[in-house]
Structure formats: structure tokens, C-alpha cells
């Protein structure tokens, strides 16, 4: 059999392949292959030509699966696939054909064709390759398929060669990192199963880092990087995972300096606001046993808090999924109602509001997942009845789960009674002070319950909050009402929240390593025999970085049956609070870490803002019999008192509030307006656009200016300004006025029409639109003040309803994909049971996956990879199915909403119409 190679020259001088089956694909003739021997691992290839190229199709990945395998395992780890393409040249690059039988003229029109509609380059799958690492020396016995067919059976006689073990390696793990970046960049979860490979296989096999895994989001801005650690954005997370995973290690290879050094001082900030003649507005009761430093979410009523609670239900108990469903269940309000032992049942449905007159949730933070600092406060309309009815569901908790205990515990010398479990999953205290209760994680936050109680200095007591509630009165009557306190914002930002929140987002991190590298460690020390017992063991072999476990408050993971938890916080998901984990040092990285925070938060931000949200829901009558039920939430916030200035550029780009708003066509589908000034438009100019129903350019049709062009020009919108701006008419050679070809109306270089009539300037591609939208246009008075207005209306039937569905769907669909191949990486790649994985990846993550598209992950035994039945096959469907509908398209009926800049605030107001 010849053997050879379409891109490997050190191939040429090979080995024997003998084909153990003698079925063979059809499309696959000579084959290719190569083993050699290595420490800790041996690499090899098999390279399969296809007899006949593949053009625009892509084929699902071929595996290597070790044939000899035993119950201990096989032998074959880490291998990914690549499919061998080559260009598929122009017709302007193709040789000439000779005349006759039409073919120079077919190849003249071909290149017609080309020049008018030029088309991304093509390509065509010649080869299918598959590389891996192995253990041992002996032969190989490797299946070889795509997971639909079997390709064929392979036996690889591994050879001694140094010279060409090191160019196969560097081979493998370039293909393999940009594999697992692939996988990164598509990833809607936390990508740690990916970034723990690269960082365990370059420490093993003495490879380098790819450049893109040191690129972390740079720490120069301390007020950007605090703002994402606060907000949990993933980049901050990640850049901490990797460098767990690589070790926390300097120059020399000692552990990094310890603990040693006194906690640094908080920003200098600015006096807080303060208003003698705010003093005497009227504010709830409720808000006077609230701290200072605490948000505050107020509903109300039991019914309001209902209407939440059964809304954050209806979407797996994450709001945010009314927009998209994630990669992973975020499960907030079930989080808090198990933690602090506060679950619904029917029979509290029926008596809450009878025994509960007001209720809100307090807390000094919103970190759901690592380790919130929050309670709930209850003002009763019977305390006995309350407190005799909350009593009985915690004894009722001891004694349906053993590892919960009921105890009685002093805080600040008052009786509290303490519900908990030793890892937190269940903590809850819960005090009374008069008709006012409150039950919470944090006993922080119980002394200061107490203290407000005795001391009255509370959230209601503060100038900032009865400011809040000039604007906001209690007349407004919200469903839901929520505070955020200045004090409460600079507590987010004072060194011992910042540093611990640091230093847990690295705990978690360093849970989810011990499981990733007891998985990867028992799926080897099956096959090879060795013993890997703990974590040293873990760190000998290089499963785990060097200096693991080295944390400067002391504290570590451990193994407590099949998790692995905290010392010092407890089980993921539910740590510690922050407000109870007491900081007394820090290194002198955190040291110079916070340094730059504190210094930019005292130069560029030494006020924070209090921000406050009022929604209004109103259920709206039917607009025929049968019709859909329709809520309408209204939604006003404010930020007061405000400082402009430190925002930036944009807030100056405002014009001054104006009761002035543009009058649109009515079968204008979205439209959007603005009041600003600039130099290059001159006084204060109300910017306006519109666009009619259409079925949009896809995103990836903006790419490159002269596709923007094209695409622009296929939307029926419209682009203007009133009073008419002088920018356009001031463009030299009078490019801003064209060609006139109709009354007020000129034709622009680039095909754009302009219609000017000495108030409005309007723009658009399409001149039937612009005529169309003329006599509709004007300005017009209005009752309220805004400088931006924007409505959109009910998309349903519309076309944009449809492109918007379908963009949902590429985005839930690539999503979806992402979290069965991680499922399918943790099954071949960490051996595990496919049975296991699922509660495996949980284990590593900490959360729970989910299909995007609704659906369940299954492992497909056809195709031995992941699936999701919402697939309907083993392959996801690239276009949306017919019955798909995204989750804002369920119920998205209509918006508008406003934006108004005063002096010393800013108010955003927003209705919604939301199908029910």
C-alpha cells in the first residue's frame, strides 16, 4: 500500500498500516499514519484522502476510539480532528479552455458572474485527519469514524524517533489549542473544562501557552476592573480561572508572598448629600428598620411579591431569560427561597396576606452565586401568626433533612434563632424586632438589623432616600420599588468586599480544578496504573499547577464526598457571605491591586450615585374576545442627585430636555429620536430615524464598508433632522445638495435622496419611502420633557419578527451546540461515563447546564456524541424550525421609551406590553 502525505514531508519514510477490517468507507482510498513513542505521551496521526473532494459541506468530526481497549480504559487521549482543505480556484484563475462545445463561452460568462457578484473564496475537503496523544509502546488497534459510519479499523506499530516525536507534538498541539479556542469562543457557560486542558496538556507535555491564553483583560483601569468584578463579568472570572490553572508562581518558582500586610484604606469619597428641607417627606414604615449601606427592593404587598415570584417562575426562575435562555440554569430565586428556608407552598399563597402587610428584600450585595449578603423582611399584620408559622417550616426542615439543625444563637445579646447546614446550602437566621422580621444568610446583617432598630439610624433616615422618595412618592403605588444607597454602592467598592470577592471567584476556581484534575487523573491512572491519591499526587504528576492550593487567607478545598468544598466559605453556590468573612492582611499584590481602584475611584468617581426603579404593572383589557392577555409594565428610573460631568462626552452630546417630539408615519415599525448638540450640527437638533416593516441584512452583510453599503440600501428606513442642520450643505463642491429630480428632493452622490424644505432634512435610500414618509412627518408638542424617544410595536406577524426569531436562533442553536460538545470533551476527553457526565460538568461548573434551544442534552449511541432533543436528529438544524419561536417573541407586544437628562438627574421611563 503507498503511503503518503497531502502536508506532512517526514511521512514519506512510514511504517506498516495494515488495515484490520477490510470494510472500508467509500470515499476513503490510501491511508496515512504514523505513532511514536514519547513521555508522558506518545503522538500519532491518521490522515485518510477522500477519492472525491467535498465542496460547502461540513461533515461532522471523525474520532479515534482505542479497539483493544479493556475495562480499565483506553489509550488514546486528547485528539481532535481536522478536515484537509485546499482553495478552489476563480474562473479568472483557471486555465484557458480550448474553443469549441461553447466552453470559452461558458467560461467568459463565468467570469461575468465573478466580477458582478463577487462570493468568499470556496474550498474543498481533500483529507480528514485525526491526531492524539497515547500511553505505552505497545501497538495500537484504532477505530477510525465519523459517528454515522465507521471508516475502518487500523492497527499502528508505535516507533522510537525523537527528531520526529517533537514535530508531531508541536503538530498535535497546534491543532489541539485552536480546537479548544474554537470551543471557548462558541462557549455560553464557563469555559473551565477547556482552559484547565490547555494549561494541565502544556504543563505534561512541556508545550508552550498559546498567546491568546495570557491575553487576560488588562488590570491597568482599577475602576474598569473593579466595575467587572462587581457586575461578575465572565472575562474577570476567566482570567483568574487561568491563571489557577497555570499556578500562582513568581519568577523564581516560589508561591507568591503571603498575607502580611494591613488592609488597605477605602477611596477618599466625597460627603454624601445631604437636604434639611427633604427631611419630612413621607416614607414607609418598612424602610426605617433598613441599613444605610443595604439595597433595598421593596413590593409592597404579598400580592406584588406573588406576581414576581410567579413571573421569575414562568422562566426557570431567571428573568433574564425572558431575552434568551442561557448555557446554564441561573436559578436565583429558588437559590435564595432554599437558603434561607422560605419556599412557597399553596397554603402560604392563601395566608400570606393575611398575616403579611409589607415585604422587601435587603442585603449588602447581589452575589447569588458567590455567596450574597441578603435577607428577606417581612412587616407582619399578625406577628404571632407570622412568627408561629415561620417557626413551624424550620423545625419542619430538621426533620425532613438530617444534615439541617435548628439552634439558638446570641447576636449583640438578643435570642436569634439560626437554621443551617455545615456548607451553607441552607443559613438562616431569622430575628424580630416588634411587628418587623427578618430572615437572612449573613449575621452581619442581623446585627445591623438590631442596631437600626435601637439607633434609628436607618436607610429612611438618610437625605439620599427621601429624596428618592420626593421623586418617587409612595402615591405612585409600584409593584415594585428598589433603592440602591450610596452607601450601599461604596460598600461594593471598599477593600474588604473587593478583595474577598477576589479571592473567592479564585476559591471557585480552585474547586472546580481539584474535580477537573481528579477526572483527568483517574481517566490515566487507569491505563497506566499509577497511583494518584490526593492533591500532592495531583501536583507530582502535573495534573495540578505547582503551588495549588497556597491561598494567603489560609483556607483550602477539600473533598467531602463527591464535592469539594471550601474551608473558610463552604459549598459553591452558597459561600460564606462576604459580610461575615472578616479580613485581617493581604498580599502586596492585593495591596497594589486595590491601590489603583481606590485612586481611581477618588480622582474619576468620588461620589457614586444612588439609582432608584419604580415598575407599575397594569393588566390591560382584552382587545377582543379570545384575544391574549396582555400586562402592561411601566418602568421609571432615576439616578439622583447626579454629577453629569464624571459620565463622560456622551452626557454633553444632550441637548437640553425639550417637550418637542418627532411625529413618525404610522406604518413606521421602529423609530427613535434625539435632542443633541454638537459642533458639526450646531444649535440643538432633534436627530430622528424610522424604518418599515423589512426583513433586515443578516450581522455578518455589515462586514466591510461596501457591504454595509448594500445593505443599507436595502432597508425602507429614513434618516432626518429638525430644525435642518447645516452640516450637509456645508461639504465642499455641494456634495451635500446632488442633483434635484423632484420638488425639495435631491439626489446624493451613492444613490442616497435628500429632501430639504428649509425645517426638515431627511434622508433615505429609497425615494418611495421618503415621499411616503413626507406628509406624515412633523414636529410636534408633547406633555413630558425627554432629549431621547423610541418606540417599537408589537413585531408579531411582522418580518421582523421573523429575522429577529432567527437570529435567536443562530445565537440558542450555537449555544447549544457548545454545551453538548463539552459534554461530549468531558466523555472522551476526561473519561467519564456518559451516564456521569452530565452530573459531572455540574460538579466542575457549580450550576447545572442547559439546552439554549429547550431541549434536553442525551448522549446519542448512533453518533457516540451529545445531542439535544430539541435537535429532533443528531445534528442541530441550521435554520429555525418552523414551530421555533425565541423567547422575547412569546411575549414582546410593544415598547416605547424616554430618556431625560436634567441638571442634577437622570430619568429613564419605559412601558412594555408583555402577552401573558
Known amino acids: 500500500m503507498r503511503l503518503f502525505s497531502l502536508r506532512n514531508p517526514f511521512f514519506v519514510i512510514a511504517f506498516a498500516l495494515l488495515p484490520a477490517i477490510a470494510a472500508r468507507s467509500a470515499n476513503a482510498i490510501d491511508v496515512l499514519a504514523r505513532a511514536v513513542v514519547g513521555q508522558p505521551y506518545g503522538v500519532a496521526t491518521i490522515e485518510i484522502p477522500l477519492a472525491q473532494p467535498i465542496v460547502g459541506q461540513t461533515m461532522p468530526p471523525i474520532q479515534a476510539i482505542d479497539a483493544g481497549a479493556d475495562a480499565n480504559g483506553g489509550r488514546v487521549f486528547y485528539p481532535f480532528s481536522e478536515d484537509l482543505k485546499v482553495t478552489v480556484p476563480p474562473p479568472s484563475e483557471t486555465p484557458v479552455p480550448r474553443p469549441g462545445n461553447g466552453r470559452l463561452l461558458g467560461r467568459l460568462g463565468n467570469l461575468i458572474r465573478e466580477i458582478a457578484s463577487p462570493e468568499a473564496t470556496q474550498s474543498q475537503t481533500v483529507a480528514r485527519r485525526v491526531t492524539f496523544l497515547f500511553v505505552g509502546s505497545a501497538p495500537l488497534r484504532i477505530r477510525v469514524g465519523d459517528g454515522i459510519s465507521e471508516i475502518g479499523t487500523y492497527e499502528l506499530i508505535p516507533e522510537q524517533d525523537p527528531s520526529a516525536f517533537g514535530a508531531m507534538k508541536s503538530t498535535w498541539w497546534a491543532g489541539y489549542t485552536a480546537s479548544v479556542k474554537s470551543q471557548i469562543d462558541a462557549a455560553d457557560y464557563p469555559a473551565w473544562v477547556e482552559e484547565y486542558l490547555i494549561a494541565m496538556l502544556s504543563r505534561r507535555t512541556r508545550s508552550p501557552l498559546p498567546a491568546w491564553y495570557n491575553n487576560a483583560p488588562s488590570d491597568d483601569d482599577g475602576l474598569t476592573d473593579a466595575m467587572k468584578l462587581i457586575a461578575g463579568a465572565s472575562g474577570v472570572s476567566e482570567a483568574i480561572f487561568r491563571r489557577s490553572a497555570v499556578g500562582f508562581l513568581d519568577t523564581s518558582g516560589r508561591p507568591l508572598p503571603e498575607a502580611t500586610l494591613p488592609l488597605p484604606a477605602p477611596p477618599r469619597w466625597a460627603p454624601l448629600y445631604d437636604d434639611p428641607t427633604v427631611a419630612n417627606v413621607p416614607v414607609e414604615p418598612m424602610a426605617t428598620h433598613v441599613p444605610p449601606e443595604c439595597f433595598y427592593i421593596r413590593y409592597g404587598s404579598f400580592e406584588n411579591y406573588l406576581w414576581f415570584a410567579d413571573l421569575s417562575t414562568e422562566y426557570g426562575g431567571d428573568v433574564s431569560s425572558m431575552v434568551t435562555l442561557r448555557g446554564i440554569e441561573v436559578d436565583t430565586n429558588e437559590k435564595i427561597q432554599s437558603q434561607l428556608n422560605l419556599k412557597m407552598n399553596q397554603l402560604s399563597r392563601l395566608l400570606g396576606p393575611t398575616v403579611i402587610a409589607d415585604q422587601a428584600i435587603i442585603g449588602r450585595d447581589l452575589f447569588v452565586s458567590d455567596g450574597s449578603t441578603l435577607g428577606v423582611m417581612l412587616q407582619a399584620k399578625n406577628a404571632f401568626l407570622l412568627r408561629t408559622s415561620l417557626a413551624n417550616d424550620r423545625t419542619a426542615l430538621t426533620r425532613s433533612d438530617d444534615e439541617v439543625t435548628l439552634t439558638d444563637v446570641t447576636v449583640d445579646g438578643?435570642?436569634?434563632?439560626?437554621?443551617?447546614?455545615?456548607?451553607?446550602?441552607?443559613?438562616?437566621?431569622?430575628?424580630?424586632?416588634?411587628?418587623?422580621?427578618?430572615?437572612?444568610?449573613?449575621?452581619?446583617?442581623?446585627?445591623?438589623?438590631?442596631?437600626?432598630?435601637?439607633?434609628?439610624?436607618?436607610?429612611?433616615?438618610?437625605?439620599?432616600?427621601?429624596?428618592?422618595?420626593?421623586?418617587?412618592?409612595?402615591?405612585?403605588?409600584?409593584?415594585?420599588?428598589?433603592?440602591?444607597?450610596?452607601?450601599?454602592?461604596?460598600?461594593?467598592?471598599?477593600?474588604?468586599?473587593?478583595?474577598?470577592?477576589?479571592?473567592?471567584?479564585?476559591?471557585?476556581?480552585?474547586?472546580?480544578?481539584?474535580?477537573?484534575?481528579?477526572?483527568?487523573?483517574?481517566?490515566?491512572?487507569?491505563v497506566t496504573g499509577a497511583s494518584l491519591n490526593g492533591v500532592d499526587d495531583l501536583i507530582d504528576a502535573g495534573f495540578l499547577p505547582a503551588g495549588f492550593g497556597a491561598r494567603p487567607d489560609g483556607s483550602g478545598a477539600i473533598n467531602v464526598g463527591d464535592q469539594v468544598m471550601d474551608t473558610r466559605r463552604?459549598?459553591?453556590?452558597?459561600?460564606?457571605?462576604?459580610?461575615?468573612?472578616?479580613?485581617?492582611?493581604?498580599?502586596?499584590?492585593?495591596?497594589?491591586?486595590?491601590?489603583?481602584?481606590?485612586?481611581?475611584?477618588?480622582?474619576?468617581?468620588?461620589?457614586?450615585?444612588?439609582?432608584?426603579?419604580?415598575?407599575?404593572r397594569e393588566s390591560m383589557p382584552a382587545s377582543s374576545p379570545g384575544a391574549e392577555a396582555i400586562d402592561r409594565i411601566s418602568v421609571h428610573a432615576e439616578i439622583a442627585p447626579l454629577v453629569p460631568d464624571k459620565y463622560g462626552k456622551y452626557a454633553k452630546y444632550l441637548g437640553p430636555p425639550t417637550n418637542v417630539a418627532m411625529q413618525f408615519a404610522n406604518d413606521d415599525i421602529i423609530a427613535i429620536q434625539a435632542h443633541v448638540v454638537s459642533e458639526e450640527l450646531g444649535p440643538p437638533t432633534h436627530l430622528f430615524a424610522a424604518v418599515k416593516d423589512t426583513l433586515p441584512p443578516d450581522p455578518e452583510q455589515f462586514d466591510g464598508l461596501l457591504n454595509i453599503y448594500r445593505s443599507l440600501r436595502g432597508i425602507p428606513g429614513y434618516l432626518g433632522a429638525w430644525p435642518q442642520p447645516g452640516m450637509l450643505d456645508r461639504l465642499p463642491l455641494g456634495i451635500g445638495r446632488g442633483q434635484p429630480v423632484g420638488p425639495g428632493i435631491n439626489r446624493l452622490i451613492g444613490g442616497i435622496y435628500r429632501y430639504t424644505d428649509g425645517q426638515f432634512s431627511v434622508l433615505s435610500f429609497q425615494p418611495d419611502v421618503l415621499q411616503h414618509a413626507l406628509p406624515n412627518l412633523a414636529a410636534i408638542d408633547v406633555p413630558d420633557l425627554a432629549q431621547i424617544r423610541a418606540r417599537a410595536d408589537n413585531l408579531k406577524g411582522s418580518q421582523i419578527e421573523g429575522w429577529v426569531n432567527r437570529?435567536?436562533?443562530?445565537?440558542?442553536?450555537?449555544?447549544?451546540?457548545?454545551?453538548?460538545?463539552?459534554?461530549?470533551?468531558?466523555?472522551?476527553q476526561l473519561g467519564v461515563?456518559?451516564?456521569?457526565?452530565?452530573?459531572?460538568?455540574?460538579?466542575?461548573?457549580?450550576?447545572?447546564?442547559?439546552?439554549?434551544?429547550?431541549?434536553?442534552?442525551?448522549?446519542?449511541?448512533?453518533?457516540?456524541?451529545?445531542?439535544?432533543?430539541?435537535?429532533?436528529?443528531?445534528?442541530?438544524?441550521?435554520?429555525?424550525?418552523?414551530?421555533?419561536?425565541?423567547?422575547?417573541?412569546?411575549?414582546?407586544?410593544?415598547?416605547?421609551?424616554?430618556?431625560?437628562?436634567?441638571?442634577?438627574?437622570?430619568?429613564?421611563?419605559?412601558?412594555?406590553?408583555?402577552?401573558?
Open 414 to 526: 438578643q435570642t436569634v434563632s439560626l437554621l443551617s447546614t455545615p456548607d451553607n446550602r441552607v443559613r438562616s437566621f431569622m430575628v424580630q424586632d416588634g411587628d418587623f422580621f427578618l430572615l437572612a444568610n449573613s449575621k452581619a446583617l442581623v446585627s445591623r438589623f438590631l442596631e437600626v432598630g435601637k439607633t434609628q439610624q436607618s436607610l429612611a433616615a438618610t437625605p439620599s432616600f427621601q429624596l428618592a422618595r420626593r421623586l418617587m412618592p409612595l402615591d405612585r403605588d409600584d409593584t415594585l420599588f428598589a433603592y440602591f444607597s450610596p452607601e450601599m454602592l461604596r460598600g461594593l467598592v471598599s477593600p474588604s468586599y473587593l478583595i474577598e470577592l477576589r479571592r473567592r471567584v479564585s476559591a471557585n476556581a480552585e474547586v472546580a480544578l481539584m474535580h477537573l484534575a481528579d477526572s483527568a487523573g483517574k481517566q490515566e491512572s487507569g
Open 807 to 828: 437570529q435567536l436562533y443562530d445565537r440558542a442553536r450555537q449555544s447549544s451546540v457548545a454545551g453538548a460538545s463539552l459534554l461530549s470533551r468531558v466523555t472522551r
Open 570 to 616: 463552604g459549598r459553591r453556590g452558597s459561600f460564606l457571605p462576604i459580610a461575615d468573612a472578616d479580613i485581617d492582611a493581604v498580599t502586596p499584590d492585593e495591596l497594589a491591586w486595590y491601590g489603583r481602584i481606590a485612586n481611581d475611584y477618588e480622582t474619576r468617581f468620588p461620589t457614586i450615585d444612588p439609582i432608584m426603579v419604580g415598575i407599575h
Open 833 to 916: 461515563a456518559p451516564e456521569q457526565a452530565e452530573a459531572e460538568v455540574e460538579r466542575i461548573l457549580g450550576v447545572k447546564l442547559q439546552c439554549p434551544l429547550g431541549g434536553q442534552y442525551k448522549y446519542s449511541q448512533v453518533t457516540q456524541r451529545w445531542i439535544s432533543t430539541a435537535w429532533q436528529g443528531e445534528v442541530a438544524p441550521p435554520f429555525a424550525p418552523a414551530d421555533y419561536v425565541a423567547p422575547p417573541m412569546k411575549w414582546f407586544r410593544g415598547a416605547s421609551a424616554t430618556v431625560t437628562q436634567y441638571a442634577d438627574r437622570l430619568v429613564v421611563d419605559s412601558v412594555i406590553d408583555v402577552a401573558r
